[in-house]
């Protein structure tokens, strides 16, 4: 029987082209020997960059890291296709060589702020129980629901004129936004057709792109002896901490709400004597109940 190494914390993967997510954490199983292993926002195949993956009980941390996501976008104008990216089936193709970049940037700034969005068709999104690429597969039409998503920037990096023009931008938003939807509007505000031809993440969940390691660099850590994942409380700290002497922190590990003289309130951070990171609290009324605990008390 295979053994299977205890290993808990998390990896900051740089996701590979035409991978998807569910295929990084199954390679990401396979190279540790663990079987508890997840991940944080899904990235499309065709996109790159950061994917965070939790490893051993860090999994249960997933609901508790930051939203926010950063990425590094290039549009193609022009062009309209059905999965809103060059994936899929080209809708219509017009050439627009007389499109100006004052123009675009005047459409972009639309983007910014909270806005509603339309999700693409193609995309993991639920309706009645199924996901809209399965339905969209099957040649399915439904209503895909509006969601209101905040872009909090958008800078143009680049801009390429001819008859397809190409944009790249960098864009900072909140969870739950569709850089391909984003795409596909602009291109509609123009009138010209817009789809997404390549997007990398940068950030996403408190992860940054420059701290990424490709399943390559992994693997060649592992041969060595040299991988360590990272500590679980790295990118838990928009939340606020809260500290236990050995008494208490022996009861709350145990499952017990205890008495914490602080005005905080909500989710936060829990320690043992500063150091020792225990896992997730919610403050109420000066008792702090466990929510996830990371490293019990014997």
Known sequence: MEAYSIVQGFLNLNKPFDWTSHDCVARVRKLLRLKRVGHAGTLDPA??????????????????????????????????????DLEGEIINSQPCPGLSLAEVKTALAQFEGKIEQIPPSY??????????????????????????????????????EGDFP?????????????????????GAILETGGTLAGLIRTQSSG???????????LETKLQGGTFQPLPPDTVLQHLLSVTLPATSAQKWCQGQRVSLNSDVTGIVRVYEEETRFLGIGQLQDQLLIPQMVFEPIS
């Not at 009980?57 to 809103?84: C, H, M, S």
């Not at 992860?207 to 660099?217: E, I, K, P, V």
């Open 47 to 84: 996109a790159t960059g950061v994917l965070p993956i939790a490893l051993g009980k860090a999994t249960r941390l997933l609901q508790y890291l930051p939203e926010n996501k950063a990425y590094k976008a290039t549009i193609r104008l022009g062009v309209r296709t059905t999965t809103d």
């Open 123 to 160: 995309s993991a999104i639920q309706v009645d129980g199924k996901r809209l690429y399965d339905l969209a597969r099957k040649g399915e039409i439904v209503e895909v629901p509006v969601r209101t998503v905040e872009i909090f920037q958008i800078d143009i990096l680049d801009w390429r």
């Open 166 to 186: 190409e944009l790249d931008v960098a864009i900072a938003c909140g969870s739950g936004t569709y850089i391909r939807a984003i795409a596909r509007d602009l």
């Open 207 to 217: 992860f940054d792109l420059t701290d990424s390691l490709t399943l390559t660099d």
